[in-house]
């Protein structure tokens, strides 16, 4: 995530006497990276790359917290101010609030709403909009720039709607397929179902929540009475309806992240002081707030030993206490998480990382190692599959990639039971549910390709089992994806045995080969039992000093016969048959060129001529 915002600003929330330069300079050692230092006529720009856990930095209080802790540690004097977190405050009565509200609260667990009454919409003050510009956001008018500049200010979205277009009450619930809406940018969508929105009593579609208010209840020059919303929603819906809608807006963008919902309430009192500071209107309602479950207050217990032998420096507990504080954590070593970080930190060793890179991990000592670098390299052997990926594309073989995660239908085609995949939880689409067990049902085109990809099988209790496989498919020809994968084997100086179903070398099983669906031929073998296997040259074999007697017999054979077989029995007769390879075939009428030699001694027609009777003798009666 990105965020660009003015030293003006920044000043607003940070008291220090740092040049930019420098607060840039301490920032990127320490906390978010400022990517670039923009100097404009009469201001700093800081365009800054946030982390996505850290959403709390997605606001101009966030980075000046960030920076109120870091500066003090390279000995600049910085302090935060206008805070929005301070103790609760009473909040002030009003009106009944005039809509009748309906939520889910799965969807949308705190939802936050208060009416500003007689508002005239006009031009925001010069300094609200060169803030908001300087930014990248458009300044509009004073209602629409409010809104934003709580966004930007405090890194909560926020949206205002005119209350006098929305009829009777507002539903926040999960959108019907094939419902639609016209977001306030003119868009027009066809909602596909599961999306987050908000209902008036016409059963109109107001707004497409965390991603675009609704052009029918936007806010314009007519505007009289606004109702100022500020509120958290479930990040997978905005995250899937985002995605699927192509609409990333900086809202669903925060929205998705989990933003802490302690800062809604802080949030719309600000909103209210905006609106009598910018229009001179006065709050209209009562503030609604619909929060029934509180988040507790999280507490993570992290011994000092512990932040000593992972920094490898001695730091006191005066030094640690320091350093958690300026951040708003409390207590040492039971240290109480504050709300805007309790996404992200969670076990002692977030704290640590907190410590390390305030502390500045350019302070921490760097060591060069004392002993030889190990050498216990993985097993995978990474050159010798992209040995095999050369060698299959050179056998004018297509190299495909297709998706690990797969539909039920195709988790079902596998050939193990639906209940032995892994299922995705959050999975965005039908055809994204399941982790493939097998690659097969992937690969049922009909043209030559290949793929190396894993699979993976489930291990209770632990992560999934990863087992790389190579598929070789699109084969009508069965004795075409043989020669492909024996020419492979030859490549690999590996000598296997053909089944009619699987390839083996001893009683090691390499793989599968056989027919699937629609007469596709596919060849499924285990990457790392060819590893195991393979050898990178050829065993040594003297030449021999005997010459061979070659000749060719011609067997008429059985529709369906696998070869592997007959050839293996041919070669069973007698030691002295070197070779056996296919010839030529008309038919069902194949010719073997048998080749036979004597290492010690010159054969002769005498000496071969009973193996060929042999050879006869053997296939008439298999």
Known sequence: MNISISHSWLKEFLTTNASPEKIAECLSLCGPSVEELEKTKDDYLYHMEVTTNRVDMMGVLGIAREAAAILPQFGIKARLKNDLYPPARPIPAGKPFPLKVAVDQQLCPRFSAVVISNVTVKSAPQKISNYLEKSGIRSLNNVVDISNYLMRAYGQPVHTFDLDKIQAKMVLRLSKKGETI???????????????????????????????????????????????????????????????????????????????????????LKGIQL?????????????????????????????????????????????????????????????????????????????????????????????????????????????????????????????????????????????????????????????????????????????????????????PGHLPEEKLQLIISGFTDHLKLKGIVESLFRKLHISATFTPTEILVGKTQLGTIGRVASNVHIADLSVSALTNQSSLYPHYQALPTTAPIIEDMTFTLPPQTYLGPIMDTIKSVSPLIESVTLKDRYENNFTFTITYRNPKSQLTDHDVAPLRSKITSKLALG
């Open 182 to 268: 016209t977001t306030l940018d003119g868009k027009r969508f066809t909602l596909p179902g599961n999306d987050i929105v908000i209902a008036d009593a016409g059963n109109r579609l107001i707004d497409l929540c965390g991603i675009m208010g609704g052009l029918n209840s936007a806010v314009d020059n007519n505007t009289k009475n606004v109702l100022l919303f500020v509120q958290i929603y479930s990040p997978k819906h905005i995250r899937a309806t985002s995605m699927t809608l192509g609409q990333r807006s900086e809202a669903a963008q925060i929205f998705e992240k989990q933003p802490d919902p302690e800062l809604v309430m802080p949030v719309i």
């Open 275 to 459: 609106f009598k500071q910018l229009t001179g209107r006065e709050q209209g309602s009562q503030i609604i707030d619909l929060y029934p479950q509180p988040p507790k207050s999280k507490n993570v217990f992290v011994p000092l030993q512990l932040i000593k032998d992972r920094l490898g420096v001695e730091v006191s507990i005066k030094k640690v206490n320091s350093i958690l504080q300026s951040l708003g954590f409390k207590g040492f070593p039971q240290v109480t998480v504050p709300s805007w970080r309790a996404n992200d930190v969670t076990i002692a060793e977030d704290i640590v990382e907190e410590v390390a890179r305030i502390y500045g991990y350019h302070h921490l000592p760097g060591l060069i190692m004392a002993t030889t670098i190990p050498t216990n390299y993985p097993a995978t052997n990474l050159y010798l599959e992209q040995q095999i990926k050369h060698w299959l594309v050179g056998m004018d073989l297509t190299e495909i990639y297709t998706n690990s995660m797969i539909s039920q239908k195709l988790a079902e085609a596998s050939g193990y039971p639906l209940s032995a995949h892994l299922k995705i939880k959050n999975a965005l689409s039908e055809d994204w549910q399941y982790l493939r067990r097998s690659l097969i049902p992937s690969h049922t085109q009909a043209f030559p390709a290949f793929e190396i990809a894993n699979t993976y099988h489930p291990r």
